[in-house]
T-cell receptor
Framework: DGGITQSPKYLFRKEGQNVTLSCEQN?????MYWYRQDPGQGLRLIYY???????QKGDIAEGYSVSREKKESFPLTVTSAQKNPTAFYLC?????????????FGPGTRLTVL | QKEVEQNSGPLSVPEGAIASLNCTYS??????FFWYRQYSGKSPELIMS????GDKEDGRFTAQLNKASQYVSLLIRDSQPSDSATYLC???????????FGKGTRLHILP
């Protein structure tokens, strides 16, 4: 089955810790994205990658970092510099950047700071 | 600032009736338009995409696009309790740009 997987489903972080959220896709998509969603709020773009070995900051990149060393993988690190990281994190991908590309989402990771 | 606006709701609709969800966008050059459904605690799933003016039907769902008025809507016929969810409107402003999401409309189908 083709799709996007995210792990873990739930993640608990102590203050001051860095944590990494995994996102893997086997759709052969070029572009990948990370969003954050807070309760009752819309999606806010953290980082995006148009192609392997390239990525760009989104609207709320502070306190986050990413890498795109492989086409199928786009991990997100939530650093201790992110002051309010408790949220639902969604990874998405599109076949190509821009155009009519439909964006597909993974199941999400719910991060809670203890 | 490119924006996508939706009424947050909740929109309450009796079971079996037509639910009408609306969305406006600011960038007149927008190319692609999408409706996603998101159940509580789950990720968004694509319902419809539309690229040209007019209506596009898929089962009980109809997407309507009016580029002159910068307006896109989603109609759900014969509404079912399982349609209760948040519906996100998404717009791709230009060929080489990022998809912008509205904050969503909460739909509640009354049994």
């Amino acid at each position: 089955d083709g799709g996007i997987t995210q792990s873990p489903k739930y993640l608990f972080r102590k203050e001051g810790q860095n944590v990494t959220l995994s996102c893997e896709q086997n759709l052969n998509h070029d572009a990948m994205y990370w969003y954050r969603q807070d309760p009752g709020q819309g999606l806010r773009l953290i980082y995006y990658s148009q192609i392997v070995n390239d990525f760009q900051k989104g609207d709320i990149a502070e306190g986050y970092s990413v890498s795109r060393e492989k086409k199928e993988s786009f991990p997100l690190t939530v650093t201790s510099a992110q002051k309010n990281p408790t949220a639902f994190y969604l990874c998405a991908s599109t076949a190509v950047w821009g155009g009519r590309g439909t964006q597909y989402f993974g199941p999400g990771t719910r991060l809670t700071v203890l | 600032q490119k924006e996508v606006e939706q009424n947050s709701g909740p929109l309450s609709v009796p079971e079996g009736a037509i639910a009408s969800l609306n969305c406006t966008y600011s960038d007149r050059g927008s190319q692609s338009f999408f409706w996603y459904r998101q159940y509580s605690g789950k990720s968004p799933e694509l319902i419809m995409s539309i690229y040209s003016n007019g209506d596009k039907e898929d089962g009980r769902f109809t997407a309507q696009l009016n580029k002159a008025s910068q307006y896109v809507s989603l109609l759900i016929r014969d509404s079912q309790p399982s349609d209760s969810a948040t519906y996100l409107c998404a717009v791709n402003p230009q060929v080489d740009d990022k998809i912008i999401f509205g904050k969503g409309t909460r739909l509640h189908i009354l049994p």
